[in-house]
T-cell receptor, first 112, second 113 residues
Framework: DAKTTQPPSMDCAEGRAANLPCNHS???????VYWYRQIHSQGPQYIIH???NNETNEMASLIITEDRKSSTLILPHATLRDTAVYYC?????????????FGKGTKLTVNP | GAVVSQHPSRVICKSGTSVKIECRSL??????MFWYRQFPKQSLMLMAT?????????EQGVEKDKFLINHASLTLSTLTVTSAHPEDSSFYIC?????????FGPGTRLTVL
């Protein structure tokens, strides 16, 4: 079972920041938070991951609370192409061999 | 990022036939590949974990004799849906690990008539 809770859907205006929350209150100390997204009828795409520090890359920023029980994925300037289902996944990082368990994710709709 | 391909991208077959789906890591070697299935408006469900040179590990409820997985090389894993039925119609997605990351293929849409 997925260890995360996400809102089923969110809307965002094009050009504005999209902030997607995720609760993972049962996360353990050696588990990472991963974010993937899936555009309709495509395979999931890796976005970002982190352990306890905030992370930023060319796609997004990941803010993890100090107690690590929740996190927020931030798309700073959402575009129409960011419309997708976003999955927050908690995973024990064993060098890539650990499986990913997908929850229901958040369907983000970016509106013009 | 690393590229994973799947072939075919979509397939339509008659009930009772077998269908093979290929998953290839194009620019890296993957010791571990994963196979997922996704029904309409649902999330991805892991079917099995495939390790090169050994038998696949199936998730609970997935019939290993119906969904045959072969991981014969570090760049290729195949999923064969045997004696396919309409309820097997789904979106099948593979992923391959490169370092700490999993990279996903574009998926294969299977329709069983």
């Amino acid at each position: 079972d997925a260890k995360t809770t996400q809102p089923p859907s969110m809307d965002c205006a094009e050009g504005r920041a999209a902030n997607l929350p995720c609760n993972h209150s049962t996360i353990s100390g050696n588990e990472y938070v991963y974010w993937y997204r899936q555009i309709h009828s495509q395979g999931p795409q890796y976005i970002i991951h982190g352990l306890k520090n905030n992370e930023t890359n060319e796609m997004a920023s990941l803010i993890i609370t100090e107690d690590r029980k929740s996190s927020t994925l931030i798309l700073p300037h959402a575009t129409l192409r960011d419309t997708a289902v976003y999955y927050c996944i908690v995973r024990w990082d064993q060098g890539g061999s650990e499986k990913l368990v997908f929850g229901k994710g958040t369907k983000l709709t970016v509106n013009p | 990022g690393a590229v994973v391909s799947q072939h075919p991208s979509r397939v339509i077959c008659k009930s009772g036939t077998s269908v093979k789906i290929e998953c290839r890591s194009l620019d890296f070697q993957a010791t571990t590949m994963f196979w997922y299935r996704q029904f309409p408006k649902q999330s991805l469900m892991l079917m099995a974990t495939s390790n090169e040179g050994s038998k696949a590990t199936y998730e609970q409820g997935v019939e290993k004799d119906k969904f045959l997985i072969n991981h014969a090389s570090l760049t290729l894993s195949t999923l064969t849906v045997t004696s396919a039925h309409p309820e097997d119609s789904s979106f099948y997605i593979c992923s391959a690990t490169a370092g700490r990351e999993q990279f996903f293929g574009p998926g294969t849409r299977l329709t069983v008539l």
